[in-house]
């Protein structure tokens, strides 16, 4: 850790990833501004080293990285923690760089030059629903919810589907199903689940809900090309196709 990066008890901590300097010095102003503890890496080992060493609350990762790029970050960090939220940047602004973000695990995404309002907003939006996801997890009751062929356990982040357990489900595609799941056969809308489940309701994008739809019937549908527990409604959203 930097000299400079003095960790106080008590606050969240960030982690930046950015081998751009001036990307750096503006994170960590304004992170530290609003009160959080502020660690950099400056390329990808860097980065997981100070994931296992420091434990963040949350990353910020670029995706054009000296020694391992961004995404392949991104997806060593989920191989261990299915939970930390992470928000991906990239100066390209191709379509495919948020896809693939999206797709190995990475909670959100932002193309630079990015809004340090807006980059924050995120954050809070982020961690806001860490915070409800860890109440849940630590839990001592048992909490599920039970529908017809799904079963989602709220302490362990799991779900069963026809009796199979699906263990490897992302923080943010559990909170996807479980929004669903609490009110089976009704539609939801995009907009809704992107305010209700990310925590922002003006920031986001819609294409980001819809890419968490199709990683989350990837693990939980037989055959993703005609679902059957996770229904598109053509034009308006998403529902879970069960009964309580």
């Keep these: 850790m930097d000299e400079n990066e ?9 982690l930046a990833v950015d081998d751009e300097d001036s990307i750096i010095d503006l994170l960590k102003f304004n992170i530290e501004k609003e009160g959080y503890n502020f660690i950099s890496a400056s390329d990808g080992e860097e980065a997981l080293r100070k994931v296992e060493e ?9 995706v054009m990285l000296p020694k ?4 392949a970050v991104c997806r060593k960090i989920r191989q261990t923690d299915n939970q930390v939220p992470i928000i ?29 309002r807006e980059l924050i907003a ?5 961690l806001r629903k860490a915070e409800n996801d860890a109440f849940i997890l630590n839990s001592k009751r048992e909490n599920k919810i039970v529908l017809k062929n799904i079963t989602l356990n709220l302490d362990k982040f799991e779900a069963v589907v026809d009796g199979k357990l699906i263990d490897d489900l992302t923080r943010r595609e559990f909170e996807v199903l479980k929004f669903l799941a609490e009110k089976p056969g009704q539609v939801v809308t995009r907009e809704d689940l992107l305010e209700k489940v990310w925590g922002y ?6 294409r980001t809900v819809d890419v968490t739809v199709r990683r989350i019937r990837e693990k939980i549908e037989k055959n993703t090309a005609n679902p059957k527990i996770l229904i598109t409604k053509r034009g308006v959203g998403y529902f879970i196709a069960n009964e309580k």
């Design 88 to 116: 991906m940047l990239s100066a390209r602004g191709e379509e495919i760089d948020k896809i693939l973000g999206l797709e190995i695990g990475a909670d959100d995404y932002m193309t630079k030059p990015f809004s340090t």
């Design 6 to 14: 003095k960790i106080e008890d008590g606050k969240k901590k960030i």
């Design 54 to 62: 420091e434990n963040p609350d949350l990353v910020i990762l670029d």
């Design 122 to 126: 995120r954050i809070k939006a982020n």
């Design 68 to 71: 391992m790029d961004g995404l």
């Design 201 to 206: 309701e003006y920031y986001g994008d819609i």
